[in-house]
Structures are given as C-alpha cells and as structure tokens.
C-alpha cells in the first residue's frame, strides 16, 4: 500500500473511533509527520484540542483512540505521548517492499519537472565520505521522484573558479619544488620539469574507472602542503588572490599545450606567469579532478544530467543580472556606514522566517566588490526555476555541449561511461550559441537543493530571495533537502585508526 494510502487508512480508523468511543463526527483528521523519527512514522495531535468538546483529558482521548481503532496491517505500534499525542511507527521494510515491488507511474507533463542538485564536490581534490554521503542521499531523492512519475533533472554543480581550485594552482606554480614533488611522489626538480610531470598525470579524455585515475588522489596530497604553508608563508599566502583573480577572468579558449608551454617558459625565464596560462591550468586541473568524482560516484550507481559551471554563470553575467532584480524589486540596499558599510546587504528583518534572529541581514556583495557564496546561489536559483530573465523577457541561460555519455545495465549496476550512445551528460558553456537539440535545461516547477543542515540559514535566504522578487509559489518549491553532519566520538576515532594505521592526531584533551 503507498505511504499516502497507508495515511488516509489511519486518519480514517481514527474517525471511525472517535464515532464509536465517543459519538463524535471527526471529518478532517490530520496525521502529520512527525520531526523526530523516535516520535513515529505517522502522529495524531487532534485529541488536545478535541479535550474542550468532549470535556476529557487529552490524554484520555488518545488512549481511547489507539485502543479502539482498526488500524491498517502496516501499523505495527501505537505509542500515547505526552499530553495526548499518539504517535503511530510503521513496518518500514514490509512498506517500503510493497513500494518497490509496484509499478511506477508514467511521466506525466502534470507532474511538472524536478530539478534536484547534488554532489556539488570542489574540483580541487579527490572525494570523501562525507561527499559520497550526499551524492547517496541525491540519488535515493532522484529515484523516488522518478517512480512517483516526475521529470526529473540531476544537475551536478562546479565551482571551478572557487579558492579551492586556486590553492592547487599555487601549489603547482609556488609551493617549494620539494614540497611538490613530495606531493606528486617523485624525485625533486625544476619547476618546469614538475609542471610537465604534473600535467602528464592529468586524466584524458571521458571519464575512465576509478581505479585507472590517480590525479585527484595527488591533489589530495597536495593541496594541505599549499593551506598549511599558508600560514608560515605570507609571501605564498599572498599568491591566492592573484591566481583566484586569473581563474576569474578566465583563459579564452587559451589551449593546453600553449599554456603548458608558456608557464614553463616563465619558469625558465624567471619571469611573471602569464595570467590566461595560469587560468588554462586550473580549468584542467577541475575539469581532471570531476572526472575523478564522476568515476567514483559511477560506482555507485548515480548518474547525472547536466554540470552547470561557476565560470560559465560568472562570465554571462547571471550575478549582475539578478543583482539588478533585487535592487530594482528594492531587496538589497547598499550599507554606508557600521560593520557592513560599502557592503551590498539583503534586508530580512521583515521576512517572518528571520523573526527570531538578531542580525538577520546578510550580505550579499562585499565592500571589495566581491560576491558572496549566497549571492551566486540565488542567480543560480533563479535560473534552475526559470525565472532569470533579461528587461526584454527572454530567459537568460547557458550554451551548452555534451561531456559524456553514461548507462546502467540495471537500477544498482555501476554507471558505465561509454562512447556516443546512451543517457546524454551535459555540460554548461559560456557561448550561449551553444544548443543541443530536443534537450532544454533548467525551468523546473520545483527544486530540490540536497546540502546539509549548516546551509540552512544561506538556503532559507535564497528561497525569500525568490520570494521578494515576486514569486512565492516557486520561493515554496525552492526546497532545502538537509540532512545532519555525522560526530565521531573520539573512542570511534581510535577505533578507526587501529583498524587503518591512519594517525587522526587527538590529544588527551579531545578523549575528555
């Protein structure tokens, strides 16, 4: 039976014993989900305010109700909480087996499109736990949705202009030669001979199995040599801005070999790096390090639809253009003096979801000119639900080309790269001549975000974004798919690294 059959059932064997314990007619009763799962599956909170018109304790109602009512087969426990609410738990392997065993509905247009995002690793290093925790969670999302008879859309987003990305390339042009050959695992040597053994190890074309790609595991080793320098080396730390400022305006079409080439010359040289070269080099480095994620999570069955790039939002102007809604709608207001002066800063003080918090503002363009991560998130945002539009109406979007081809041979198998055939993965381009036919992109009637809970307050301030814009319905399909971070306790972090060898470096003051 569906979960919303196996619902109906309840309320319904409520109202059949609250007609035959106490005479009552109940019409619309509402079993809520609970928002704690030691609180049940399905929970009735009716018998509080039902306490005046039957002139009992609440309590006492509910005890009567989880007694007298027939309950469908699936409800294996009745539990009276609290005041008076029964809280009723499911036979979750039983339901969830008569869910997958049906037939899943057909797409219909009226089930509108879904755009779920999820993965959304930094191009700068191989994967962890934690990212293959949130590709899992996507992906079970995806597949529920699409049984349920959607149109579902899996977009997987690069941040390939990030700081994350920069930190690698200072690595590769400035971190001391032997700190980076220790990295790459070779025998030290001149910066230009570690440039071209650096980028002999860069993955070719398509994405290969994850066993055959070694690339991302090297930059896992060498981006926390470059972070920890960071702080002993102000000259190195100095560097970030300058490569970030490259990757920003990006290399023009710049190819490989010639930047390849040109960084290697300016070694030789002891000149300037030149700045295009230096941006061709970290577009090869994220692009090398997604196909490195790709492979990993192909493992695992989760496939994807599109790659949207940051650079790609960053150089046709998304930001500017929904920067200018927000000013026109008077959403945003430009500080001039106090803590944020010189900031642009959203005003959410009116917004009912910030009630409760003191400084409820945010920023959304810094005193240096700078986005911030939110500001980007809501012009993506707005794309993804169709409603970024230039003064003419036209909606303003990407170009776009194919990146790869992938199948599966059934619902569990390995996704499996493969030539031209099979399911289309597409990437963004910033050359909006760029199509590809029978296929449209974005527009969706609901979007699901799938990040943990710490982005719960960036989240909810892109969703009043979208609110104030004059848009509430989309702002209401804008929705947060949280979950919560996993601790470990110290003694399971011991645990781990007698099992591994690994050294996690606790103290005596962490096994406190």
Not at 82 to 110: C, I, K, S
Not at 241 to 265: C, Q, R, T, W, Y
Not at 308 to 327: C, K, M
Request: glycine share 8%; proline share 5%.
């Amino acid at each position: 039976m569906p979960l919303q059959k196996i619902r109906a059932a309840a309320a319904e064997a409520v109202a059949q014993a609250l007609k035959e314990t106490f005479d009552h007619d109940e019409h619309d009763v509402l079993l809520e989900i609970p928002p704690n799962r030691a609180m049940g599956d399905l929970a009735w909170p009716g018998a509080l305010p039902l306490a005046r018109v039957l002139r009992r304790a609440p309590r006492q109602i509910a005890e009567a109700v989880a007694g007298a009512a027939r309950w469908p087969a699936e409800v294996v426990r009745v539990e009276v909480a609290g005041p008076g609410f029964l809280n009723l738990y499911l036979d979750r392997a039983a339901v969830l087996r008569r869910l997958l065993a049906g037939e899943a509905p057909a797409v219909t247009e009226t089930a509108g499109k879904v755009v779920v995002e999820h993965t959304n690793i930094n191009p700068n290093k191989a994967a962890h736990i934690g990212h293959l925790r949130n590709s899992v969670l996507g992906d079970t999302l995806v597949r529920c949705l699409l049984h349920l008879g959607h149109a579902v859309e899996v977009q997987n987003y690069v941040d390939d202009t990030g700081v994350q990305v920069a930190d690698v390339v200072v690595g590769i042009l400035y971190l001391p030669e032997t700190e980076l050959a220790a990295a790459m695992g070779v025998e030290p040597g001149r910066r230009d001979e570690l440039i071209t053994r650096f980028a002999g190890r860069l993955p070719g074309e398509g994405v290969h199995p994850a066993s055959t790609d070694d690339f991302d595991d090297l930059c896992w080793e060498l981006y926390p040599r470059v972070t920890n320098a960071y702080e002993s080396d102000p000259a190195l730390a100095a560097r970030r801005p300058e490569v970030l400022h490259a990757i920003e305006e990006g290399h023009s079409g710049l190819d490989l070999d010639e930047a390849l080439f040109a960084l290697e010359k300016a070694v030789v040289a002891g000149a300037a790096f030149p700045a295009r070269a230096v941006a061709r080099l970290a577009a090869a480095v994220a692009d090398a390090n997604l196909r490195c994620h790709l492979a990993t999570m192909a493992r695992l069955s989760v496939g994807y639809d599109l790659l949207p790039h940051e650079s790609d939002i960053l150089h046709l102007g998304f930001w500017d253009r929904a920067f200018e809604l927000l000013r026109e709608a008077g959403a945003i207001r430009h500080e001039t003096e106090g803590k944020n002066a010189g900031c642009w800063v959203m005003s959410l003080a009116d917004s009912p979801e910030f009630a409760d918090m003191d400084d409820p503002d945010k920023i959304l363009v810094r005193s240096n000119g700078t986005v911030t991560y939110t500001g980007k998130d809501i012009a993506y945002q707005l794309w993804k639900l169709g409603l970024l539009r230039d003064e003419d109406g036209s909606p303003r979007d990407f170009g776009y080309r194919p990146y790869a081809h992938w199948r599966r041979t059934g619902p569990a198998a390995p996704v499996e790269y493969c030539g031209r055939a099979g399911h289309l993965l597409a990437r963004t381009t910033a050359n909006r001549s760029e199509h590809l036919a029978g296929y449209a992109y974005g527009g969706g009637d609901r979007v699901y975000n799938v990040i943990d809970v710490r982005q719960s307050y960036p989240q909810k301030v892109v969703r009043e974004a979208v609110r104030v814009l004059g848009h509430p319905e989309a702002a209401d399909s804008s929705i947060h798919f949280a979950y919560e971070m996993v601790a470990l306790t110290p003694a399971a972090v011991r645990l781990i690294e007698a099992r591994t060898g690994a050294d996690f470096g606790l103290t005596g003051e962490d096994m406190e």
